[in-house]
């Protein structure tokens, strides 16, 4: 993967609130930030469409709201 440093920002604008709202409560559900909930979801979206997954990342690991505590420990 590319140095972080070296990546290009992108500013995204949501559309309505209703999805604002539902990448801010799945990002607190899942432990991630915003923006490693959106990457995560086209992560995804890449996968089901059969394209070339990206690098993986952090966010790629199971949340800890899916982790059990044995799992953890």
């Known amino acids: ?3 972080r440093q070296s990546l290009p920002n992108f500013k995204m604008r949501f559309y ?3 999805l604002y709202d539902w990448v801010k409560e799945q990002s ?3 432990c ?3 923006t490693a909930e959106i990457n995560y979801h086209i992560q ?3 996968q089901n469409a059969g394209t ?3 690098d993986t990342t952090r966010q790629d690991e199971p949340s800890a709201s ?3 505590n044995s799992e953890r420990n």
């Open 28 to 30: 607190q559900i899942n």
């Open 32 to 34: 991630r930030t915003m």
């Open 66 to 68: 899916t982790t059990s």
């Open 16 to 18: 309505s609130v209703e």
């Open 1 to 3: 993967m590319a140095n």
């Open 52 to 54: 070339k997954k990206a």
């Open 44 to 46: 995804q979206a890449m």
